[in-house]
Each structure stands twice: as C-alpha cells, then as structure tokens.
C-alpha cells in the first residue's frame, strides 16, 4: 500500500511538472540517496571558451524518497580504474537540500577542461575510459563512460583545473 500512495504522489508531482519528476527543496527528512538507488547520466552538453559543460544527473530508482545535498566527487578514470590526474575541483556554493522522489533527478553541472590548453610537458596527456562519480556524502562510485577523451596524468593545478563540479540542483 504504502509503494501504490508512493507511486501515486510521483505521479501527481509529474502531472504538474508536464511529465518530469523533478527534485524538491526538502521538507521532511528522508534517508541520503546511496549509490545503488541512482541512475547516472550525462544530460545537457554545452561548450565555452575552452571547456566543455556536461550535466551529470542523478536519477532516483529507489522505492522511497532519498535526499541529495553538495558536490559529487568527479575524476578521470582509465579502463583500468585508474584514476586520471587530479579530481574535480569544486565551485560555486553548496546548494540546499533536495529530495529526489522515486523517478526524480538532481543535477550537477561538470566542466571539463579542453587539455590541449595546458602545457603539454606539465599535462602529459592521457587518454581516458570516462569518469568515476561520487554522490555527495557516499563512498560508493558511479561511472559514466565517454569516447575520445582525455585528461591531463600531470599536475596542472598551477594553471587552472581540469575538471570543476558545481552542487547538486534540481
């Protein structure tokens, strides 16, 4: 009973929404989203002066509400697992709370530095299998794979990030 009133409460939030659940600003408290209650995925695509902006979003599977709140964990990672250079450094504020109903999504916007802009001996450019993600406050990885990418194995912190990651949002 409680997963049809469950169910029944996602469609109505979807009704009003034209169709899309979409993350709230948390009322009550529900548990932490974990990482085996989450779909990942790249969303939205969008370039600029020499990074590429790619959603990340998080997309609750689970039976029950989760919440999500802060900065995913982002890095390059080769195919063996390995990471790729330093991880995501992070911008902006740390958001509110979201409570992400079944079928709900938050998103996290990730820039991902062109390597080329770096200098090559610092960057020692290396080619990449996609990106390890963390859900905020989990320890548990997600992975998203991407096709011809590359991350800088060096250290180019001096010269700016390779990757940044912004707060969840809905």
Same mark, same amino acid.
């Given at each position: 009973m409680r997963r049809v009133l469950a169910t029944a409460a996602v469609v109505a939030a979807m009704v009003g929404t034209g169709g899309v659940a979409v993350a709230q600003e948390a009322g009550a408290q529900a548990a932490t989203c974990r990482s085996v209650d989450l779909d990942v995925a790249f969303g939205r695509v969008e370039g600029a002066a020499g990074t590429v902006h790619r959603e990340v979003v998080f997309t609750n599977r689970g039976l029950g509400a989760c919440v999500l709140r802060g900065f995913p964990g982002v890095s390059y990672?080769?195919?063996?697992?390995? +990471?790729?250079?330093?991880?995501?450094? +992070?911008v902006g504020? +740390?958001?509110?709370?979201?409570?992400?109903?079944?079928g709900a999504a938050a998103v996290?916007?990730?820039?991902?530095?062109r390597?080329?802009?770096?200098?090559? =001996?610092v960057c020692r450019k290396t080619p990449v299998?996609?990106?390890r993600v963390y859900p905020p406050d989990e320890t548990t990885p997600l992975y998203l794979a991407m096709s =011809?990418?590359?991350?800088?194995?060096?250290?180019?912190s001096a010269f700016g990030a390779q990757l940044t990651v912004a707060s969840v949002r809905s």
């Open positions: 990672v080769d195919s063996n697992g390995g +990471r790729v250079g330093a991880a995501a450094v +992070r504020e +740390r958001g509110p709370l979201l409570t992400l109903p079944h996290s916007d990730v820039g991902f530095a390597v080329d802009n770096f200098d090559p =001996d299998w996609g990106v =011809d990418q590359y991350g800088c194995a060096g250290d180019v």
